[in-house]
Every structure is written in C-alpha cells, then in structure tokens.
C-alpha cells in the first residue's frame, strides 16, 4: 500500500485543485464514518471532459492508502487499468482493478471502491467466459457497493460510447436506495485540466454536435488559448502531430471506427486499415493481438508507449486518457445535413458492430465518441474531415482567423519576426523578441519594454513564459553564439550558474565590444561569508568562450552592484525561417 501511495505521490501533476479538494474532502470524511456505523455510502461526482476526476482519484488512492484504509481503484477499461498497473509497477497492481473483479467478494471487504469513469458500468459482470461456477446474481453495480462500506463513482453521462455501458447518475443513485445506502452526491466539477482550461471548447464541441445547447455557438481563434485546427489533408494532419511530439509534447493520432479493424499478420506487423486516398496507416493493436513486431506497443499500452505515435487510436484506446495534442479523423458514420439542419448516422460506414446494434441510440453515441475523440487533447485539437459538408458546417461555427503582418530581420541568421500571434500559439510555438538593452536595464525595474515581434521556435525546447529571444551582437562567446545569433534566454531562476552562460547587468561591468553595462558571457563565482554570517560576491569571473578576448573580472562586489537577468538556453539555427 506505501509502495501503490509513494509511487502516485511522486507524480507532480496530480495536485488537487479548488472543488476538487471539496470533493477529495468529502470522501475522506465517509471514509472515516464509515468506520463507525454500518450504513453503506455512495458517492456520485460527475464532470465533464478534463475536470480532474482521475486527479481526484488517484490523490484519493494514495492518500487513503498511506492512511491505512484498503483502498481500490477500479474501472472498466483494460487500456487505462493496465497502463496505470504498469506506471505503478507489480507491487502495487493488486490495488487496480476492474468493475467486474467483485463477482465473490464479500460483505464490505473493501473500506472504499473508487470507480473511475463510472459512466462505463456494465449491467452484468458475467461474460460467455464465466463458468456457471463463478455467474453472479447480482448487476455489476450491486456487486460493487456489497464489496465496499463506501463506494465512489465518478462519471461523465456524455461519455457512453457503446450501447451496453449504463453508468449514469440516475441508475446510480436508484441502485443505492435499492440498497439502502447514503448517497453523497457532488453535481459537477467544473475546472478544466483538459482543452487548455477552456470550458469554451467542450462547451462548443457540445453545442456543434448538438449534444447540448450551450452559450458557446461560434469558436472564436483569436481570443482561446486552446489550438484548435482544420487540416485538408489526414498527411498534413499527421505532420503537425508529429511535430508536436517532436517537440516533447505528447501527441496522438485517433479516429472514428469507419474501417475494419484487422488482426495481426503472422509476423507480427499490423495491417493498414485506415486508407483515405494514398494515406495508409494501422490501427492500434487489438486487445488479443497476441505477438506482436518489435516497437508496436499492446493495445492497452497505445497511450502511454512512445511507439504509439505510429498508430491511429479508436475510442476504446483513447478514452480516459489525456494527451497534449489530438489528431482526429471525423469519418462518415456523422454527417452533417444542411438541408435538414441535423446530424445523420451512418450505419454504412462504421465497423463498429456493438454499435451498429444500438438501434435508435446510434448516432447519440457516434456523438459522444466523437465528443471523447475531441476533448483527448490538453493543448489542442487537429481535425482532419473526410465528409465535406461536416468540415463545412464546423467551419461556420467559427470565425475567422485575424491575419498577422511580418517582417523579415536579417543577422547572422534570416529570421522571420511576426509583429504578432494568435494567444494560443504565445509561449508554446512562437517567443517574445527583446533587444538585449531592453531586457538587461529595464525588466525588473517596472519600466516599459518594447517588444520587438515573435519569432516561432523550431528547437528542441519545451517552450515557457519565463523565455525569450534576443539578438546577440559580438563574437567573444563564438563558437558557441555566433555574431548576430538569434537566441532563447530564460528569466532568471534560482540555482547554480556556475558554468553557464547568463546575460548580466552592473554599473562595474563595461564589455570591451559593446561599452554597455551588460554583457553575455560564461559565469564563475567565489563566495565568502562576512561576520554576520551574510555572504557576498568575493569574486565573479566572467569568461568568452572566444579566446581572442579577455575575462572580466570583478572582486569584492557590493550587494545590489551586479544582476544575473537570465540564462542562455540556445541559439536558433540558421535555416529557421516561417
């Protein structure tokens, strides 16, 4: 249990935030009722895409676990279980389980069952599988509050994507009165982890594919953070994901299941399904795959394995996960008619046959997975749509895109300066451009510093709000900067700078090529403590990387006489051109 707990408590972004707190509270509280009384109680939370519930789950895991209660975090899918048994390791795999693992567990052997995208209930554990020896009586549900003193679900109803999933709030509110229990119920959590924190673009996917009526009819580019895109073509598509893992940022293709799902070739290999034109690529592997080549990930790993970039991933691989960017394929299973103002399904063009047997409930479920394909992506969306007339009808729901001036700034590299960006693409594709004067004398002093445009970053740098990009003039740091470099520099951090290269200002610094009172060279320091135990600047050495100069050297340095402003990341290479 201190294994499961440590290994969660160790990931950084599972911090608890505003109503998710409430509701992490909320359930501790029951956990500790439930000690003292024999009522069972069932804890309905519900929220939409990105608003934490696998946060607040997670956190509840481990700290109920470390707490000294038998904690269970269960769901029902195998993809999201067996990635997360994976992350914790074998020790800790016991804890993670699935909605039909309580078939034979007794009365309230678990203190507390956390039921993860509860939405995903089935209405019975049994299977063709289960022999008659181990067939439950029960509906899963029933199964699972007997097994727990207190039961925790967290649900999305707009995330049912197949036919016999029947997690809602009202079954289960109805199934905890059948069984006497108290009911807590936490009606929506409302932050938003996913889309960039914009309720706006769940709220507008909702409004589009009319699965609710929201305020968010138009998507407006220039005034959301989220980064939303059309592409015309699914190998342009699959260029701009891949660049963004490139980048480092995750990134996956997905999309709806409008073609045959093929099983492995003898080798190994998968088959290339998804044909559009001369586009070909496989999708994930099958759940029973069996032995599969080397670098193609199971499918239960497709999200989490850096190979699964080279697959296209379905709903049931996808869904539950996040990812910082999403490519979805809008196939013609859900069209968009003009003429009747509504969507139509087409049963036709899915292959997914559960589905397909849902009758009347097939084009709502083709919405919500498409819905849970859209709202996959934490950064952005990219959209590729194979149906005309639906990339028609999503283009009208949007207004158009501000066009932004450029102009061209030569140095010892041809740079291309926007004089300015779409938000979304501020501090994650393009960084402010300063003159180094500017940002050496000014920043920090509350005086005003003109921008001089944005440049887009094609380095290997996972971009922030703490960088910027300046022109450095002078060769007493080439090799390294080159005369007339374009480079990336980050604000100031707390830290060693010995070592590093950093722009820095002082009325004791002249630099021989500039006369300015900052310079950009490599730092070194001697520290020494005076009497009162304060230490100051005994010796700072700054050193060219370029031989042919001299350092700088400065002794004895009074407090407030000298500012480390920020650090060189790198410079921009020459070809980095729009």
Avoid at 44 to 61: D, Q, R
Avoid at 169 to 197: H, M, P, T, W
Avoid at 316 to 340: H, K, R, S, W
Wanted: charged share 25%; glycine share 6%; net charge neutral.
């Amino acid at each position: 249990m201190n294994h499961v707990a440590n290994v969660i408590k160790g990931k950084p972004e599972f911090i608890l935030l505003d109503n998710q707190k409430v509701v992490y509270d909320m359930v501790f509280a029951e956990a500790k009722r439930s000690q003292d009384t024999s009522q069972k109680t069932v804890m309905i939370i519900e929220g939409g895409p990105g608003t934490g519930k696998s946060v607040i789950a997670i956190n509840l895991m481990a700290d109920l676990l470390l707490a000294g209660y038998n904690a269970h975090y269960a769901t029902g899918s195998k993809a999201f279980t067996t990635t997360l048994r994976n992350i914790i390791g074998t020790r800790g795999a016991c804890q993670f389980k699935y909605f039909n693992s309580y078939m034979n567990v007794g009365l309230n052997e678990i203190d507390v069952i956390i039921c993860d995208e509860a939405h995903r209930l089935r209405k019975t554990s049994n299977n063709r599988f289960t022999p008659a020896s181990r067939r439950s009586n029960l509906a899963q549900i029933d199964e699972i509050i007997r097994a727990a003193k207190v039961s925790v679900f967290l649900l999305d109803d707009k995330q049912v994507v197949r036919p016999d999933e029947i997690g809602s709030v009202d079954y289960i509110y109805e199934s905890a009165l059948r069984n006497n229990c108290r009911v807590v119920k936490f009606e929506e959590l409302d932050i938003q982890f996913r889309c960039n924190g914009s309720d706006a673009f769940v709220n507008w996917i909702n409004n589009t594919l009319g699965i609710k009526r929201t305020a968010n009819v138009l998507w407006d580019p220039d005034n959301e953070s989220f980064d939303f895109r059309i592409f015309d073509t699914p190998e342009a598509l699959e260029k701009a994901i891949r660049e963004k893992a490139k980048e480092g940022y995750s990134a996956r293709m997905t999309a709806g299941y409008c073609w045959e799902w093929s099983d492995p070739r003898n080798d190994g290999t998968l088959v290339e399904d998804v044909v559009i034109g001369n586009y070909r690529r496989p999708w994930n592997a099958k759940p029973d795959a069996g032995r599969l080549a080397k670098g193609i990930p199971e499918a239960s790993l497709w999200a989490h394995d850096p190979n699964g970039i080279n697959q296209i991933g379905c709903v049931y691989t996808a869904q539950g996960f996040e990812f910082d960017y999403v490519g979805v394929i809008m196939g013609e299973d859900l069209v968009y008619d003009f003429d009747a103002q509504t969507w139509i399904g087409d049963k036709s063009k899915s292959f997914d046959s559960v589905v397909k047997r849902s009758g009347n409930n097939f084009v709502d479920l083709i919405k919500n997975i498409y819905r849970v394909l859209f709202t996959r992506g934490m950064k952005g969306c990219y959209v590729y749509f194979i149906n005309k007339v639906t990339e028609k009808f999503f283009k009208s729901r949007m207004l158009p895109q501000k066009t932004t001036a450029a102009k061209t700034v030569t140095g010892q590299n041809n740079v291309i300066i926007l004089d300015n960006v779409e938000d979304s693409k501020k501090f994650k594709e393009y960084l402010p451009v300063y003159s180094l004067k500017a940002v050496a004398t000014s920043f920090g002093n509350e005086e005003h510093v003109e921008l001089s445009g944005w440049i887009k970053v094609d380095a290997p740098v996972k971009l922030n709000r703490d960088m910027f990009i300046a022109q450095v003039v002078g060769k007493s740091m080439e090799p390294t900067i080159k005369d007339g470099s374009y480079c990336i520099f980050r604000f100031e951090r707390d830290g060693s700078r010995n070592g590093k290269i950093v722009l820095v200002e002082s009325h004791l610094v002249s630099d021989p090529e500039t006369m300015q009172s900052y310079t950009i060279k490599r730092y070194r320091s001697k520290k020494e403590y005076d009497a009162t135990g304060t230490w100051y600047h005994k010796k700072i050495i700054l050193s060219p990387d370029n031989l042919d100069f001299d350092d700088i050297v400065l002794e004895n340095v009074p407090e407030g006489a000298f500012r480390v402003v920020a650090e060189f990341v790198c410079a921009l290479e020459a070809e980095n051109h729009e």
